[in-house]
Nanobody
Framework: QVQLVESGGGLVQAGGSLRLSCAAS????????MGWFRQAPGKERECVAS????????YYADSVKGRFTISRDNAKNTVYLQMNSLKPEDTAVYYC????????????????????WGQGTQVTVSS
Protein backbone atom coordinates (compact mmCIF):
# COMPACT_ATOMS: atom_id res chain seq x y z
CA GLN A 1 0.00 0.00 0.00
CA VAL A 2 1.00 3.58 -0.68
CA GLN A 3 -0.66 6.51 1.06
CA LEU A 4 -0.57 9.85 -0.74
CA VAL A 5 -1.38 13.26 0.68
CA GLU A 6 -1.49 16.33 -1.57
CA SER A 7 -1.07 19.90 -0.45
CA GLY A 8 -0.48 23.32 -1.95
CA GLY A 9 -3.71 23.96 -3.79
CA GLY A 10 -5.61 27.21 -3.53
CA LEU A 11 -6.94 30.27 -5.30
CA VAL A 12 -4.62 32.23 -7.57
CA GLN A 13 -5.02 34.88 -10.23
CA ALA A 14 -4.32 34.12 -13.87
CA GLY A 15 -0.60 34.36 -14.54
CA GLY A 16 0.28 33.32 -11.01
CA SER A 17 2.05 30.25 -9.68
CA LEU A 18 1.41 27.42 -7.26
CA ARG A 19 3.48 24.45 -6.16
CA LEU A 20 1.68 21.25 -5.32
CA SER A 21 3.31 18.66 -3.09
CA CYS A 22 2.45 15.01 -2.62
CA ALA A 23 3.89 13.19 0.38
CA ALA A 24 4.00 9.41 0.10
CA SER A 25 4.21 6.76 2.79
CA UNK A 26 4.04 3.01 2.77
CA UNK A 27 5.89 1.17 0.06
CA UNK A 28 9.32 2.41 -0.92
CA UNK A 29 8.74 5.68 -2.73
CA UNK A 30 11.69 5.20 -5.05
CA UNK A 31 10.01 2.08 -6.46
CA UNK A 32 7.05 4.13 -7.67
CA UNK A 33 6.48 6.10 -10.83
CA MET A 34 4.40 9.14 -9.96
CA GLY A 35 1.81 11.20 -11.75
CA TRP A 36 -0.27 14.31 -11.36
CA PHE A 37 -3.81 14.21 -12.74
CA ARG A 38 -6.57 16.77 -12.77
CA GLN A 39 -10.31 16.67 -13.11
CA ALA A 40 -12.51 19.65 -13.87
CA PRO A 41 -16.29 19.52 -13.38
CA GLY A 42 -17.93 17.50 -16.13
CA LYS A 43 -14.61 16.39 -17.61
CA GLU A 44 -12.55 13.24 -17.57
CA ARG A 45 -9.58 12.92 -15.24
CA GLU A 46 -6.46 13.59 -17.27
CA CYS A 47 -2.76 13.20 -16.68
CA VAL A 48 -0.95 16.52 -16.71
CA ALA A 49 2.50 15.23 -15.79
CA SER A 50 4.28 12.07 -14.74
CA UNK A 51 7.78 11.10 -13.72
CA UNK A 52 9.63 7.83 -13.82
CA UNK A 53 11.11 6.00 -10.85
CA UNK A 54 14.53 7.26 -11.87
CA UNK A 55 13.33 10.83 -12.24
CA UNK A 56 15.03 10.87 -15.61
CA UNK A 57 11.94 10.61 -17.75
CA UNK A 58 8.93 12.89 -17.61
CA TYR A 59 5.69 13.34 -19.51
CA TYR A 60 3.63 16.51 -19.88
CA ALA A 61 0.26 17.09 -21.44
CA ASP A 62 0.42 19.50 -24.34
CA SER A 63 -1.79 21.95 -22.45
CA VAL A 64 0.81 22.41 -19.70
CA LYS A 65 4.12 22.02 -21.51
CA GLY A 66 6.45 24.90 -20.75
CA ARG A 67 4.36 25.99 -17.75
CA PHE A 68 4.34 23.00 -15.37
CA THR A 69 7.30 21.07 -14.00
CA ILE A 70 7.15 17.76 -12.18
CA SER A 71 9.98 16.70 -9.89
CA ARG A 72 10.61 14.23 -7.12
CA ASP A 73 12.74 14.07 -4.01
CA ASN A 74 13.22 10.44 -3.05
CA ALA A 75 14.92 11.42 0.22
CA LYS A 76 11.72 13.22 1.27
CA ASN A 77 9.27 10.74 -0.33
CA THR A 78 7.69 13.68 -2.10
CA VAL A 79 6.71 14.59 -5.64
CA TYR A 80 6.07 18.17 -6.69
CA LEU A 81 4.20 19.97 -9.43
CA GLN A 82 5.37 23.52 -10.03
CA MET A 83 2.68 25.38 -11.94
CA ASN A 84 3.53 28.72 -13.53
CA SER A 85 1.60 31.07 -15.81
CA LEU A 86 -1.64 29.59 -14.59
CA LYS A 87 -4.77 29.98 -16.68
CA PRO A 88 -8.45 29.79 -15.74
CA GLU A 89 -8.66 26.54 -17.70
CA ASP A 90 -6.20 24.99 -15.24
CA THR A 91 -8.93 25.12 -12.60
CA ALA A 92 -9.56 21.58 -11.38
CA VAL A 93 -9.06 19.14 -8.55
CA TYR A 94 -5.49 17.88 -8.80
CA TYR A 95 -4.66 14.32 -7.78
CA CYS A 96 -1.37 12.64 -7.07
CA UNK A 97 -1.01 9.03 -8.17
CA UNK A 98 1.55 6.28 -7.74
CA UNK A 99 2.32 2.96 -9.32
CA UNK A 100 5.00 0.39 -8.60
CA UNK A 101 6.26 -2.48 -10.67
CA UNK A 102 6.90 -0.36 -13.76
CA UNK A 103 10.17 -0.09 -15.61
CA UNK A 104 12.82 2.20 -14.13
CA UNK A 105 12.55 4.79 -16.89
CA UNK A 106 8.83 4.69 -17.64
CA UNK A 107 6.59 7.69 -16.95
CA UNK A 108 3.03 6.33 -17.19
CA UNK A 109 0.34 8.67 -18.42
CA UNK A 110 -2.87 6.65 -18.37
CA UNK A 111 -5.27 6.59 -15.46
CA UNK A 112 -5.38 2.79 -15.33
CA UNK A 113 -1.58 2.67 -15.06
CA UNK A 114 -1.85 3.88 -11.47
CA UNK A 115 -2.73 1.89 -8.37
CA UNK A 116 -2.75 4.49 -5.61
CA TRP A 117 -4.41 7.91 -5.43
CA GLY A 118 -4.46 10.86 -3.10
CA GLN A 119 -7.61 12.64 -2.00
CA GLY A 120 -7.07 15.61 -4.31
CA THR A 121 -6.44 19.31 -3.84
CA GLN A 122 -8.47 22.11 -5.42
CA VAL A 123 -6.74 24.61 -7.70
CA THR A 124 -8.80 27.61 -8.77
CA VAL A 125 -7.45 30.19 -11.19
CA SER A 126 -9.40 33.42 -11.45
CA SER A 127 -9.39 35.58 -14.56
Amino acid sequence: QVQLVESGGGLVQAGGSLRLSCAASGRTFSNCAMGWFRQAPGKERECVASISRSGGRTYYADSVKGRFTISRDNAKNTVYLQMNSLKPEDTAVYYCAATNGVAWDRAPLLRYDYDYWGQGTQVTVSS
